[in-house]
């Protein structure tokens, strides 16, 4: 909103169920401890744009088969910010409408 931003904290727990595999980021520096993501961005200039790419394997379907995620940013000046999505997992993949493949012929 035209306005720099300093000390910029971007937190993101996630559920057991992934496991974080990596995590990159643009700007800043990263850190994981358990399930938790931190991102630490010093200064964010108007206009500037950051990526956070938080890599995962599925270890297991969450109940309801729903994965829910919220992110938090802060900062400097009682900034606060969250930022959630839903994904519906998939219990099985789709039939293809071809037969596997014979092994040992």
Do not use: K, W
């Amino acid at each position: 909103s035209g306005v720099a931003l300093s000390n910029v904290v971007v937190t993101d727990t996630l559920i057991p169920e992934l496991q974080i595999n990596n995590v990159t980021t643009t700007a800043g520096t990263t850190s994981v401890s358990g399930q938790t993501v931190t991102v630490t961005i010093p200064a964010l200039n108007s206009g500037q744009t950051v990526t956070v790419e938080i890599l995962t394997t599925v270890l297991s379907s969450p109940e309801e088969g729903v994965f829910e995620n919220t992110a938090v940013v802060m900062a400097d000046g009682g900034v606060f910010i969250e930022a959630s999505a839903v994904v519906l997992g998939v219990a099985e993949l789709p039939e293809t409408g071809y037969p596997p493949p014979r092994r040992g012929r």
